[in-house]
Nanobody, 124 residues
């Protein structure tokens, strides 16, 4: 089970940190990811991290602003979002047990487990 939290309504330029707590399964071997889905748009990969934390992926639209991290002792993955923009407005989902190849991390179909989503709204 994945429980995402940390979303909210904020103004452009501020920061938010999303958390996703994982219960059950074997978190320490899961490749984890954050996806987002804006109204009327397809779900897109935002960031992903290898089970060891040694490799990360970021969408071009968030590079330099967002940071994904994980704490395997707490079974939690985080998404630190800085310098938020109105175009970051979306429901953010955490996903677990992603594919082994980094090149496949962007595909939502590759993840076995999903959280319920947390809404991030950025006003201008």
């Amino acid at each position: 089970q994945l429980q995402a939290s940390g979303g909210g309504l904020v103004q452009a330029g501020v920061s938010l940190r999303l958390s996703c707590a994982v219960s059950g399964g074997t978190f320490t071997i899961y490749n984890m990811a954050w996806f987002r889905q804006a109204p009327g748009k397809e779900r897109e990969a935002v960031a992903a991290i290898r089970w060891s934390g040694s490799v990360t992926f970021y969408a071009d639209s968030v590079k330099g602003r967002f940071t994904i991290s994980r704490d395997n002792a707490k079974n939690t993955v985080y998404l630190q979002m800085n310098s938020l923009k109105p175009e970051d407005t979306a429901v953010y989902y955490c996903a677990a047990d992603g594919p082994p190849l980094v090149s496949n991390w962007i595909w939502s179909s590759g993840y076995d487990y999903w959280g319920q989503g947390t809404l991030v709204t950025v006003s201008s």
